[in-house]
C-alpha cells in the first residue's frame, strides 16, 4: 500500500515574512494584508505604520498572529488600530507575496531531497508520495537523495523523515508539522493535528479524536455542527453519510469520503525549479550599505541550505536591487570555483556593492543562483591550476573597483595582424595549462612594449643608422627590415607600417617602425 506525507506550515504568510527577521518569531507580530486597500502592489508601496500611512491602514485587518500576540489579547479580523490599543508592543509586518513564493520554494525543496513525487498542493502546504518500488525493496526516490525503505515502513522510518523534514525548515527559519497517511486528505489532517507527536493516519477510526477546525469546514457547515455539540471529526461520522447529506448538504458528503479515506485522487507532480532564489521588500527604504549587507547575508546562508538539500551548489549569482523609482540594478556574479561556502559567497557580493551608489533609495533586495553539482577536481603532477579560484576572483573584483571594469582580465588578440591589436576579456579561473602544453609554446626572446610607443628621431642611409628616444639613445650597428605591413584597407581607419629590428652598439635590441606619423620605438627585447 501507498503511503503519503504532507508537510504543513501553520501561518505561511507570517511564518514567510519573518523567515529574514528570526529574532521577531518571540515577539508580538501582527501580519496585515494591504494591498487592496493601498491601491498598490506590495513593491510599490512603503511598509511604515507611523504618520500618514497610519491612515491608510486603518481598514486593513490583521490575518495572522504570533502566539505572543495571541497571548496579548490580539485576534485575527482585528484592525491594525484596534490590536494596538490591546498591545502597545505590537509590530506589523505587510504580506509579501514574494516572501511566500520563496519559502513556497524552500517547502518544495526539502520534500524532493525526500521523494521525485512531490505535489504543489497550496501554499504552505505540500504532499509527497511515499511509493514503493515494483521489486518490493524500496522507494522510488531522488537520484541523490538519501534511501529510506517506506516499503519496510515502520515507526521508526516516519519519525526518520519528520526529523529530517523538521531539521531542515527550521534551518530555514520555517516550523512546519509532517503527517502520514493512505490518502492526500488523511495525510494532510495528520499533519494538521501533529504538533507535538508524530500521526499515520490510515482509517477513519485514527481520526476520531481529531478536531473538527482541522477540516476547515465552510464557516454554515462549522456553525451548525458546533451548535449540535460536534467537535471531533468522530463526531462528524458518527452521524453517517446519508444523514449529513440530507441535513447539511451534498458537501458534507464530500468531507465524510474525504475524512474516511474513500476519496482519493493521484497527485499533480511537479518539477524542481531551475533557478533558486531569495526575495524580500524593506519595511523602510535603505540608504546605506549595512542593513542591505546584513539581510544578504542570510539570503545568502538561505540559498546555500536550500541547495544542499538537493545536493548542488551555486554556480552562478544574480542581485537585484529594486529602486524606488521603480528601476532595477542587476549584476551576475560567476562562482568561479561553485562552492557551499556562505562566506566566499557574500565577499563577492560585499566587494562589488562597495563600489556602487544609487541615485535612488532602496525598497526590494532579490538574489538568485543558479545550482550545480559540487565540482570534484583532482590535480594533476604537471598541472598549475588556481588552488583557489574564489579568493583569486575577489582579489581581480577589487582592482576591478579600483581601476575600472575593461582594465582587469586576460588579454587577447584581436584577429588581425595589427601590432598589439588585442582586448581585456573576463579572466578564466578554471582553465589549466600543464608544462606539457606549455613546452610546446613557441619560445623566444620576449618583447617588451612601450605603451604608447615612444617618439623617436632615426638617422638612415639605406637603412637606419642612429636611434634617440626618450630612455634609448646611441649608434644603430645592425638591423634586420624593412618589414611592411598593413590592414584595414577597407575599413575607415586603415593602417600601414614599415618596421625594423635593431640592435645599437650597446648591445640594446629594439624595434622601431616608421608610419605616416614619423619614427616611434615600440618596444625592447629582454
Known sequence: MNTLAVIHIPDFALQAVLRHEPELRERPVALVDDTLTRGGSVPDIARNYDGEDAQRTAKAHIIQLTQAALDCGVQTGMSVSQGRARCRELLVRSRSPSAEQSAQAALLECAWSISSFVENTAPGLATIQLCESASGDGTTLREDAPMFDFARTTAFDFEQ??????GHLVSLHLNAQVGFGATP????????????????????????????????????MSGILDRWGIRTIGGFLALGREDLVRRLGAEAGDYFDRATGRADRPLRCTQPAET????????????TLEPLLFLLRRMVEQLVLRLGAIYRVPAELTLRLGLSNQDEHVRVFKVPSPTANPDTLFRMLHTHLESVTTEHTIVRVQLGAEPTRPVRQQFGLFETALRDPNQFAETLARLVALVGHDRVGTAVLEPTHR??????????????VSRAEAAALPLGLSLRRFRPPQPALVQCDRGPTYLHAKTIDGSIVAAYGPMLLNGDWWSQQPWSRAEWDVKLADGTLCRIYEEAGGWFLEGCYD
Open 161 to 166: 523523515v519528520q526529523q529530517r523534514v523538521h
Open 185 to 220: 486528505d488523511l495525510a494532510w489532517l495528520a499533519a494538521c493535528d501533529s504538533a507535538d507527536s508524530l500521526r499515520v493516519v490510515n482509517s477513519a477510526d485514527d481520526l476520531a479524536s481529531t478536531s473538527l477546525d482541522s477540516f476547515a469546514l465552510p464557516e454554515a
Open 276 to 287: 533558486f532564489e531569495e526575495s524580500t521588500e524593506f519595511e523602510h527604504e535603505v540608504e
Open 419 to 432: 601590432p598589439d591589436a588585442f582586448r581585456i576579456q573576463p579572466a578564466d579561473f578554471t582553465s589549466s
